[in-house]
């Protein structure tokens, strides 16, 4: 099984848009981790939801894949990520979504498939 991770993040309104892809850029550092399944993290913002009201307000997504449960506690444990999220997260952020989930393997690729991102 392979977990799929995905957070969706919300700043405050006085955080300014430097910041958001300071954050951005920050989260991209953690694909090396190898806990982080095939370099698989990506993430992106600003939503183009239309509606945009549908976004809830959030302005950025990341979504990595991870080998199992254990790499996933093993990324979120990390002090590569304990970094990024203390210094350009939790003291700008409004609100913070967390869904985590396993699909099998022979199913992980489908995502890809259907965005066009087969390697």
């Known amino acids: 099984m392979t977990v799929i991770h995905i957070v969706l993040f919300k700043f405050r309104a006085d955080v300014d848009e430097t910041h958001r892809l300071t954050f951005i850029n920050e989260l991209k550092t953690l ?25 809830k307000g959030y302005q950025i997504c990341l979504l990595s894949f991870h080998p199992s449960p254990a790499a996933l506690a093993e990324y979120q444990a990390s002090s590569e990520h304990h970094r990024v999220t203390s210094q350009y997260l939790w003291p700008y952020a409004e609100d913070v979504t967390r869904f985590d989930f396993e699909v099998d393997e022979k199913d992980e690729d489908s995502f890809e498939k259907s965005f066009g991102l087969v390697r």
């Open 31 to 55: 694909k090396t981790l190898s806990c982080v399944k095939d370099q698989r993290l990506v993430v992106g913002g600003p939503s183009i939801t239309d509606p945009i009201a549908r976004s």
